[in-house]
């Protein structure tokens, strides 16, 4: 597996992204989330993501069942930030620094390990200055709590202000053939010019850009893309539209679109590390094959032709508030 710095941090070229087994995707089953992350290793996929508001808390102690036994061959990355109770009822946004702290031991004791390696803000709190949070995270990594530290979704004045209290290793924001915003909204040149890695979740488009989603009846009733808005309505049509593209372009390499769609994202930089999430081992597999695809600059073209920027439709997700722009 090829490796990549994001900032000062060296992780494989290729993380995986658990949300999806604990959280929002439908049933789990922990077991063979288990034997997927085992699979990673094998594979050389060591970079794992999570967060403390995923199941919630579920998905951190499925990952620190995980990696027992083997963490020092893994980085973890984790998050705090968005605020859930116990039954799964989102409370808000929280940036205020006690709950930081407690947010960092919680994290540690469900995970099993002594330090976390990357540690997220995962949303922005406007009611609490970023320089009051970042404060409490550099008292984190001080203490040897955490390694390294990331904001998720954050605006470029919002990143240049954390980046003044504390150095910002990575910047884990959406990212792909159908959400390119950080090309044109000044996020993707703000982290370059401060040397700050960019970790792409979503990147294929919360499994839209695999091309095997037609209709959101076809996902779990408790699946959450049925209410998001590029697959409903008269956006999913011209979404659709929009894959057809990317997997006849697909078809003439012999990729999968999924491939095409991760090779495209780790192609925009050496900077880039995309984290897509499954469950499935077949998915797992076809996934960490688009590390060795390599673009020609006419591909590059038509996928740029056939994607551009802007060109899906709907919003993110069906409530934008919670995102720093």
Not at 264 to 291: H, K, S
Request: glycine share 8%; net charge negative; proline share 4%.
């Amino acid at each position: 597996m090829q490796q990549r710095m994001i900032g000062d941090l060296q992780v494989s070229a290729q993380g995986l992204g658990c949300m999806g087994m604990s959280d929002f995707y439908g049933p789990r089953d922990d077991e063979q989330s288990i034997a997927v992350i085992h699979r990673a290793l094998d594979l050389g996929v060591t970079f794992l993501d999570t967060a403390d508001m995923y199941g919630p808390f579920t998905n951190e102690q499925l990952v620190g069942r995980a990696i027992a036994g083997h963490r020092d061959q893994y980085t973890i990355a984790t998050k705090f930030g968005n605020e859930r109770a116990a039954d799964g009822s989102f409370i808000g946004i929280n940036g205020r620094p006690e709950y930081v702290r407690a947010c960092c031991d919680a994290s540690l004791q469900r995970l099993g390990i002594d330090t976390i390696d990357l540690y997220y803000q995962h949303r922005v709190d406007r009611t609490v200055p970023v320089e009051e949070t970042w404060g409490a995270l550099s008292e984190l990594v001080t203490s040897g709590k955490v390694r390294h530290l990331g904001i998720s979704e954050a605006a470029p004045e919002t990143i240049r202000r954390a980046h003044a209290v504390h150095p910002i290793t990575a910047l884990q924001t959406e990212w792909s053939l159908w959400t390119r915003d950080v090309e044109t909204n000044g996020v993707l040149s703000t982290v370059r010019e401060l040397g700050i890695g960019f970790v792409a979740y979503s990147p294929l488009g919360r499994g839209f850009l695999s091309g095997t989603i037609a209709s959101p009846e076809e996902l779990a009733s408790d699946d959450f893309r049925r209410n998001n808005p590029r697959f409903t309505g008269e956006n999913l049509q011209h979404n659709l539209n929009l894959v057809a593209k990317v997997k006849e372009l697909a078809d003439s390499i012999e990729v999968t679109p999924s491939q095409l769609a991760l090779a495209w994202v780790m192609a925009q930089g050496e900077d880039v590390v995309p984290i897509p999430g499954t469950r499935r081992l077949e998915y797992l597999e076809q996934n960490i094959a688009a590390v060795d695809i390599s673009l020609s600059s006419q591909l590059l073209a038509a996928l740029d032709a056939a994607a551009p920027i802007g060109a899906a439709a709907g919003d993110r997700y069906p409530n934008m508030s919670t995102i720093n722009a």
